[in-house]
């Protein structure tokens, strides 16, 4: 069940981001493209330890100790998102991001579209 | 504490996009405790991608030498100067190279100072005294402008290093409110 959720909310986020950014709605695009990041790093520590996080900081511990790769991709991403209430968000950034989402969606063979 | 990353000779990997590597944020001035390390990776004219890549490695360097969280921040000169670069005041004037060690802003040859000044008048000749002991010291101490490598430059004017600008602001507050504060770069 959990599972069905995270694929649908990846998947919901993603084109809702999609959407955005074919408005050139970036900030938006930058925060719609991220949950679906989040979604889908959570989708692949379930997959890999049958877990859930909790929150962001549980999330960052696991991938951390676990998956530094993962880690990576969202703790270069995050400060986006905390950022996107106060600053204007690129599209070369928003495609960073969707391109990150690419590489999660890869990652746990889930398709976004 | 300070954290002065500058002052550590970390042994840091980084490609030649990167121009300079910056600490700056409450956690380079002295008397402060930082709870966070603000750093700026500023890289010559790459995709967005690989700056965010190259400052993400940077920052897992640094991570396993120091204990605090670190926060990086990725630019370019153009996204430095954007209008949206909230920072850059901050990072332009009080910013430091952890690689060379001296102020970020000696890139584009400019020294940042800053000038204080204080008005005296109506003071008791003791809080005078006091705040002449401060600043120059007292039977062989060192006041704060030795200490830290200040000046005096004019009668109510001293000129010292960005760094330091809390410290000084604080003590000389214990004896005068009137205090102006003025940053330049020369």
């Not at chain 2, 996204?79 to 190279?97: D, Q």
Request: aromatic share 12%.
């Amino acid at each position: 069940m959990k599972k069905e959720i995270l694929e649908k909310t990846a998947r919901e986020y993603f084109c809702e981001g999609e959407e955005a950014f074919q408005k050139q709605r970036f900030n938006s695009a930058v925060v719609l493209y991220f949950k679906s990041l989040v979604a889908l790093v959570d989708l692949y520590i379930l997959q890999k330890t049958n877990k859930t996080p909790s929150s962001h900081n549980e999330r960052f511990r696991i991938t951390e100790e676990k998956f530094p790769k993962v880690y990576d991709l969202l703790d270069k991403d995050f400060p986006f998102y905390q950022q996107s209430y106060m600053q204007i968000m690129t599209k070369e950034l928003a495609e960073v991001i969707k391109d990150d989402v690419q590489i999660m969606a890869k990652k746990t063979e889930t398709k976004l579209q | 504490m300070t954290c002065k990353l500058w002052q550590k000779k970390l042994k840091l990997n980084y490609s030649k996009d990167i121009l300079d590597i910056v600490q700056f944020g409450s956690s380079i001035l002295e008397g402060s405790i930082p709870n966070d390390i603000d750093i700026a990776v500023i890289f010559q004219k790459i995709p967005l991608k690989e700056q965010l890549n190259q400052s993400q490695q940077i920052k897992n360097q640094l991570k396993k030498q120091i204990d605090i969280p670190i926060h990086i921040n990725s630019f370019d000169l153009y996204s430095f100067f954007h209008e949206g670069n909230f920072a850059k005041e901050n990072i332009l004037f009080h910013g430091i190279s952890i690689i060379s060690g001296d102020y970020f802003s000696k890139n584009f040859g400019l020294t940042p100072r800053v000038q204080i000044s204080y008005d005296l008048k109506n003071l008791k000749k003791k809080e005078k005294v006091r705040l002449h002991y401060t600043l120059r010291g007292k039977k062989g101490n060192y006041g704060l402008l030795k200490k830290f490598g200040g000046s005096l430059i004019g009668p109510g004017i001293i000129e010292i290093h960005p760094e330091h600008e809390k410290i000084f602001v604080e003590e000389i507050k214990k004896i005068t409110s009137k205090v102006k504060i003025k940053k330049i770069l020369y």
